[in-house]
């Protein structure tokens, strides 16, 4: 079952634009909403993440929107550059259970083309 | 440490071997998780230690598949007669609690089975 739905698979931006993700979760349990970037060779790492009572975080070029009636939440790269190059995954988990861990989406191949 | 080490970086097999792959977490991290990240795809959950809990198993494709986590600190993830389709990058990650939130992924094992 996957419980985390992403995409596109892979997406080419212009310097400068704006690159979108998108992401639709099943379980409404999930309160918590990571956002993880991978570089080739590397694991991968928090880049922004955001709790279901906010419709919108911002940090620097990187906002998430939230829909919690639409199950659906997604990336906004603002301005990309061709540093923001990379694997990007989102998630979903449950932040005050024991026994959750994190479920991630297939993951989007992001390519800035300068 | 400062960071989650994982060994070897990279591992070459003959098919039908066993192999194990380490992960050191974070110092005081109490949970401990592998994933495993096959060519061009996502994040799939293998396994989780919380503390002195029973581990949760679920994620195991199979029983050739097993993992034990010493002294709170240090896990190991065997592989038995290993396949072709275990070749991918297996991920470790720590968190300081459960719930998903502030994992710090290793950078890898690249395990490739010939």
């Known amino acids: 079952q996957q419980q985390v739905k992403q995409s596109p698979q892979s997406l080419i931006v212009q310097k400068g634009g704006i690159s979108i993700i998108n992401c639709a979760y099943e379980?409404?349990?999930?309160?918590?909403f990571p956002w993880y970037q991978q570089f080739p060779g590397k694991g991968p790492a928090l880049l922004i993440a955001?709790?279901?009572?906010?419709s919108e975080k911002k940090e620097g070029r990187f906002t998430i929107s939230f829909n919690k009636s639409a199950k659906q939440f997604s990336l906004h790269i603002m301005d990309s550059q061709p540093g923001d190059s990379a694997t990007y995954f989102c998630?979903?988990?449950?932040?005050?259970?024991?026994?959750?861990?994190?479920?991630f989406g297939s993951g989007t191949r992001l390519s800035i083309r300068p | 440490g400062a960071g989650v080490s994982q060994s070897p970086s990279n591992k070459v097999t003959e098919k039908g071997k066993d192999v194990e792959l380490r992960c050191d977490p974070i110092?005081?991290?109490?949970?401990l998780y592998w994933y495993r990240q096959s060519l061009g795809q996502g994040l799939e959950f293998l396994i989780y230690?919380?503390?002195?809990?029973?581990?949760?198993k679920s994620g195991l494709p199979s029983d050739r598949f097993s993992a034990e986590r010493t002294g709170g600190s240090v896990s190991t993830l065997t592989i038995q007669r290993t396949q072709q389709e275990d070749s991918a990058v297996y991920l470790c990650?720590?968190?300081?609690?459960?719930?998903?939130?502030?994992?710090?992924f290793g950078s890898g094992t690249r395990l490739t089975v010939v």
């Open positions: 990650a720590s968190s300081l609690g459960s719930g998903g939130s502030g994992y710090t």
């Open positions: 230690f919380q503390g002195n809990s029973a581990p949760d």
């Open positions: 998630a979903a988990s449950r932040l005050y259970s024991s026994a959750s861990k994190i479920i």
């Open positions: 379980n409404t349990a999930f309160d918590y």
């Open positions: 110092s005081g991290h109490t949970a």
């Open positions: 955001i709790r279901p009572d906010v």
